[in-house]
């Protein structure tokens, strides 16, 4: 791209930017959204723990905290939202652990505030009840609060497919793209990117753990934001089955939370220490692995270590204490006109509907012309995920295309079909694939598949199997063909 | 294709499955059938274009390839029925597979019996967790070898390898023929994890530094990686704070154990020992389910390829009479127990009527030490090594001489090696 121009551009391709764009294409008007990565919610939406809705934020749900009532408000677009898309939404619930009385006076607390505000779908639940819902979990304690509402997404594939649904309704996306200057004059924006610029009258501003260094583009520095960081470890499918509600204790250390949920795929995460961290180091330590299994172990308390199959570290951006932990970024600049910030920090996936409504409404606010565009369909149809049907579609895909019949990951049972459709899709790279097909997501890692994938997205792509990248720009998985060192050392 | 009236069904066609195979079929099943995954027989011996196989069994140092070829040809000419490229998805308790590929589609399969060869996998960077950043360059040793061996890439140029498994160790010889240069191997034990061979033709011949009780404790690169931070490490494997060195690198291989694939063998009910991490089996590796039998690496992680099919030979000959509904004799049922520094023995039960080869592995490098089986059988033994299995023959009339209905096998130390 040379010189584009748009109304909207939309900075990130988030869960929160994607959600935005896909709420713009229902109305008429040139949308355009960029996304530095080469795929789509590889930032802090990839690193969320797929709960939709913690019970921390029903629970301390108070109506003047902008943060809850999104989160509140989001609660029943979300599961139409992933029907529409085509991806998965599971309700689980809720079990927050209590441990002695204190800490049941508290949420006996929190409990008839939320009532007070129409809240009333948590309910006390003792120990022999407790045990007989989980059966693994510590028998300290005196008993549990139940929220039979909470779900779990899978926060990746809700992205691709608001990404996937914006671009059928009209919205230009656009991968690889980084904004690097943006200037302004009365009338529109001039945004610089690595790939050209493009003209637009009005910003959203969804850079995610970049969206304070963006407003700061534009002079806009109307909020500061602090990254945390946060730790992820995924266990064994073997022992899906030890849970099935979202377990969640309160912190004995504070800047601490305590999380074991199942995901949507079969496997069960925990998810722990919260620290400040340098952004975008999304490193992992042996401390902060330590402490996540000591934690996890406060719920299941012989969980072995050997399950766990991978960790990660992820951000979120918190608001300064002054502001509080409870508030988050949704509005437009003071200070420049057309131009509006997104960030929701914790949890930015169960505020995305809402959120995405209401900078639209603030979009409108600040002179967008919202035009109802009659074609807008809502409905995405996902690709096949051959492991989740049933033995007669199964039969049926692998008649249709017979590459549905060849498995390339086993761990995960995905086909060397889905992984062509991904490639389809737009996936590009090994983390692409693994994202939206689960290929190298299992228990061992990719080893068997890896050189497998490679291969099929070489061939796809018709490139060279050194071009391929783990996840673009510099992350070659082949430097050297057989023998290129050796000739070099002649 | 014929697929009804199947009576041994083999998972899997590697150094197990196909020795289990050709023995059921030279035991008088009419209808054997593998059931292999990969495009072509052999399962990972492929990728192992090294020699050193076949020194037991063949009494001849071949390559993994010439090793596999010499079993397929054999599978070849019994008219065993292979189906490639087809993943078995489910077995059942009662015996029935699925499985599926892009010919058949979905496959149902009611053999008489089953055997389980599916090998094992490698311990992964998410199972180690090795702390620091997420770049591309790390692989498990074994994906690097299918890489440089089958598929023609080298990875990169700078490689340091963490664990000394054999493959790790067979890794760095291979990269730096093919003219990398391996900055270190890192081991987090006093000694290797390996076969004494592989050090000493592998790491020493190539001049390869080996630094025991030494492991990564930090990966470093956003995009490729770039270093890994090594330390040394004390005795309860915890780096040890100013021991830290940062190697630049663009590679890094993992080596740190292999772990026996038995997600089918739980699916069918199968029961698992956590010390082998495979199916409890008896001395005709039956495992717990009626008609299932395993064998290789599925059941333990051997040293040896000869020993995977030596032992699956066993899974193979036994599952062709179970099929023919022979009678097996399985009087007088004897436990195995892992006494002092025994980390496991298979099988877990054996029958006191026959004569049994004994597989066991010690936790602990010791020097100068007995090998005893209750009061049957004493050994002497210079040094015993995780890293090298311990193969113990015991014949029926010692059997015949146990009191009990178990014998714990132990090593009596003599002279404790000291760790460090």
Partial sequence: MAQMETEVLIIGGGVLGAAVARELSRYKGDVILVEKEVDFGWGSTKTNMCIVCQGGDTLEFRSEYHRSKLVWDSMPLMEPLCQELDVPFKKVGELALIRNNEELAKFQKLKSRAEKIGIKTHEFIDQETLRRMEPHVTREGIGALYDPNIAIVDPVRLTIGLIENAGQNGVKVMRETEVVRISQDANQFKVETNRGSVKCRFIVNAAGTSVDKIARLVNSDDFVLYPIRGYVGILDKNLGGLIKHEIHMRPDAPGQTNILTPSVHGNLFFGTTMQPALRGDCSTTGRIAEIGLQNVRKIIPDLSEKEIIHSFAGFLMFRNWEVGWHECVVQASQKVPRFISICIGYPGVSAAPAAAREVTELLRQEGLKLETDERFSPFRKAPPVFNELPEEQQKELIAKDSRYGHVVCRCETVSEGEIVEAIRHGATTLDGIKFRTRAGMGRCQGGFCTPRVVKILARELGLSEEKITKKGRESRLLLYKSKDLLEAQI | MKLSDIDVAVIGSGPAGMAAAIRAKEEGAEHVLILERQEQLGGLLHQCVHNGFGLFYFEQDLTGPEYGHRFAEKVKDLGIQVLLETMVTQISPDRQITAVNNREGILRLKPKSIVLAMGCRERSRGQLNVPGTRPAGIFTAGTAQRFVNVEGWIPGKKVVILGSGDIGMIMARRLTLEGAEVRAVAEILPYIGGLTRNEVQCLHDFHIPLLLEHTVTEIHGQQRLEA??????????????????????????????????????????????????????????????????????????????????????????????????????????IILKPGRNIRYIVPQTISAQHDVTLYARVKDMEENVTLKGGDIFAKSLRVVKPGEMLKIDLSHSQLRQLKDDAVELSIEGEKRRQNG
């Fill in chain 2, 228 to 333: 890994v931070t090594i330390a040394k490490v004390n005795k309860d494997k915890k780096p040890i704070n100013g021991t830290e060195q940062m190697i630049e690198c663009d590679t890094l291989l993992l080596s740190v154990g292999l772990i026996p694939e038995n997600e089918l063998s739980r699916m069918a009910g199968v029961e698992t020992d956590p010390l082998t991490g495979g199916p409890v089996v008896d001395q005709w590796r039956e495992t717990n389910v009626s008609g299932i039998f395993a064998g290789g690496n599925v059941v333990h992680v051997h040293d040896l390829v000869d020993d995977v099919s030596w032992e699956a030979e066993i899974s193979g000959a036994w599952a062709a009479r179970f099929a023919r509904k022979e009678e097996m004799g399985k009087e007088k049922r």
